[in-house]
T-cell receptor, first 116, second 117 residues
């Protein structure tokens, strides 16, 4: 079974703090993704990575950055957290190379981030 | 324009009733995949099914069945004899080959299903 884990289920931070969300997958998947989920908006892609040290912007990258130093780990960074970044953050991974178009994505349990 | 439309925002049914969740998609590609995911209250999206654009056979898995119709660009999901454990948010998704690799996975906005005991 694919296992995608996220470092925290719940996180509370203050405006202006630097926030790190960690995601680890244990199935040697090539691609990793960060989404945020908000009521009525579904899932929106923030960034994805198709290889170590490679990253691509998704639909809503503003205010976020990512890091993928190792294949199994993909970090989402909020450089200066703001209240409008309060959301559920979901990490996913998929196997096939070159971004994984057409491939199934497997999700972690999510991190519910609250920025005060 | 939405690539994946789930018009039903919320549905409530009484236990043991059948329920169909609608999904309509939009693509110009001939090669694409459609997915359904379940998100229970715990939050994790659980993969349910993947179908490719060349296979229009309906699929049944226990109480779950999926009806794929290219003519209407729909991929509907039916739960037969619903149970309380089916209460969740269900997402339909489309993945297509496009000019850019990777960023071609589109989710609908989800349908929240509540099964009342």
């Amino acid at each position: 079974d694919v296992k995608v884990t996220q470092s925290s289920r719940y996180l509370v931070k203050r405006t202006g703090e630097k926030v790190f969300l960690e995601c680890v997958q244990d199935m040697d998947h090539e691609n990793m993704f960060w989404y945020r989920q908000d009521p009525g908006l579904g899932l929106r892609l923030i960034y994805f990575s198709y290889d170590v040290k490679m990253k691509e912007k998704g639909d809503i990258p503003e205010g976020y950055s990512v890091s993928r130093e190792k294949k199994e780990r993909f970090s989402l960074i909020l450089e200066s957290a703001s209240t409008n970044q309060t959301s559920m953050y979901l990490c996913a991974s998929s196997l096939l190379p070159s971004g994984g178009a057409l491939d199934t994505q497997y999700f972690g349990p999510g991190t519910r981030l609250t920025v005060l | 324009a939405q690539k994946v439309t789930q018009a039903q925002t919320e549905i409530s049914v009484v236990e043991k009733e059948d329920v169909t969740l609608d999904c309509v998609y939009e693509t110009r590609d001939t090669t694409y995949y459609l997915f359904w995911y379940k998100q229970p209250p715990s939050g994790e999206l659980v993969f349910l099914i993947r179908r490719n654009s060349f296979d229009e056979q309906n699929e049944i898995s226990g109480r779950y069945s999926w009806n794929f119709q290219k003519s209407t660009s729909s991929f509907n999901f039916t739960i037969t004899a619903s149970q309380v454990v089916d209460s969740a948010v269900y997402f339909c998704a489309l993945s297509e080959l496009g000019p850019n690799t990777g960023n071609q996975f589109y989710f609908g906005t989800g349908t929240s299903l509540t099964v009342i005991p």
